[in-house]
């Protein structure tokens, strides 16, 4: 019963700014560390950034840091990824994730393009 719903990509020019969010249902989402992911064509999928279950310490690629941040609402169930100077390297499905009873869960993804 988890899902976990991502929103909020589309195509930005260099050096702008996006904000992705990912709504989650089905576990006590307070509970449980979050994660964004993601997957450019023809690569693996990577991490990008990590936030613990209250929201206290956070971790991401040295390719975003200093650049993205990485929040949550635990009231509204939702984790954020807040992207800023965003270059076209950025480009990708950006994915929402947990891991939940020992299980790694995934939301559908949202595409990101930056482009001139």
């Known amino acids: 019963q988890v899902h976990l719903v991502e929103s909020g990509g589309g195509l930005v020019q260099p050096g702008g700014s996006l904000r992705l969010s990912c709504a989650a249902s089905?576990?006590?989402?307070?509970?449980?560390?979050m994660s964004w992911y993601r997957q450019a064509p023809g690569k693996e999928r990577d991490l990008v950034a990590a936030i613990t279950s209250a929201g206290g310490t956070t971790n991401y690629a040295d390719s975003v840091k200093g650049r993205f941040t990485i929040s949550r609402d635990n009231a509204k169930n939702t984790v954020y990824l807040q992207m800023n100077s965003l270059k076209p390297e950025d480009a990708a499905v950006y994915y929402c994730?947990?891991?939940?009873?020992?299980?790694?869960?995934w939301g559908q993804g949202t595409q990101v393009t930056v482009s001139s």
């Open positions: 089905g576990f006590t989402f307070s509970r449980y560390f």
């Open positions: 994730s947990t891991l939940y009873s020992s299980v790694r869960y």
